[in-house]
């Protein structure tokens, strides 16, 4: 009644994974390496400070629309104000202090718009 299954060879399968995985990482890992390889021939290398700096940036812009997003507006305007002080992005500075006065918060309203018109004058 009961039927015994016939057992698979390890072996093969250990050769068949080793194939795949070594076609896979030299698939992935060639145009990477050329990539890198241009890119420090171009003097484009990008440190690991600048790209720390771009997540944490990344991060604070995420937190703050989803403060704004659950109504947390006090929080969601100063995140945006310190973003844009430390970007000295004017678009971040306009959006600081348009959500501080519909929030009315005129400490940031204030000081966001300031920065708002220092960063884009015209």
Request: glycine share 4%.
């Amino acid at each position: 009644m009961c039927k015994k299954l016939k057992k698979s060879n390890p072996f093969n399968f250990k050769v068949l994974a080793s194939i795949f995985l070594l076609l896979t990482t030299q698939a992935t890992l060639g145009p990477m390496a050329k990539a890198e390889e241009a890119a420090v021939q171009n003097n484009n290398v990008v440190s690991v400070d600048s790209a720390r700096t771009n997540i944490e940036a990344m991060f604070r812009y995420l937190a703050a629309e989803i403060a704004g997003q659950r109504g947390e507006l006090g929080i969601s305007a100063r995140l945006f104000y310190d973003l844009a002080q430390a970007t000295r992005d004017p678009h971040l500075a306009e959006r600081a202090a348009k959500i501080a006065l519909f929030s009315q918060i005129p400490g940031i309203a204030l000081e966001a718009t300031k920065l708002w018109v220092e960063l884009n004058p015209a």
